[in-house]
């Protein structure tokens, strides 16, 4: 199995040479926007490497949570903490449609953005609070 993965991890990595090869030689090569006709393709591959990974990440979780079952009581407390936080964050975030140059946001849309900013603002303070709580708690130790 782990020389499936490792043969795996090369070709993917030579992909991602090529590509990045293809990007820089091509400067020249004008696609949409000005922009290298390249751009295009980087981003694409750079999506299929983000859904590869997210899918590898949530596979090995769930088999780890089914050979360990004690593990699935702890993931759970963490999966209604997370539910607990989005749902503080959604609930704060308001709903007011705007105008903005060219651009008219909804009311739905500014929801939504509202309560990712709530949510990164509230995880970035526990991130700080937890920082600040483990240096004094180390002193005291």
Not at 9 to 23: Q, T
Not at 40 to 47: E, I, Q, R, S, T
Not at 54 to 61: I, K, N, R, T, Y
Not at 111 to 138: D, H, P, Q
Request: aromatic share 14%; proline share 1%.
């Amino acid at each position: 199995m782990q020389k499936i993965s490792s043969i795996v991890l090369y070709i993917l990595a030579a992909i991602s040479v090529i590509l990045a090869v293809m990007f820089f030689v091509s400067g020249s090569i004008e696609g949409d926007f000005g922009l290298s006709k390249y751009v295009g393709h980087n981003l694409v591959w750079a999506v299929v490497l983000l859904g590869l990974a997210v899918v590898a990440a949530l596979v090995s979780s769930i088999w780890y949570m089914v050979t360990h079952p004690k593990v699935l009581i702890g993931g759970l407390i963490s999966l209604a903490f997370v539910v607990v936080l989005f749902l503080i964050a959604y609930f704060l975030a308001p709903s007011e449609a705007f105008s903005f140059k060219d651009f008219d946001v909804t009311a739905a849309t500014s929801k939504w953005v509202s309560t990712g900013l709530n949510l990164t603002y509230i995880l970035g303070g526990i991130a700080i609070f937890g920082m600040v709580f483990s240096e004094i708690y180390r002193a005291f130790k």
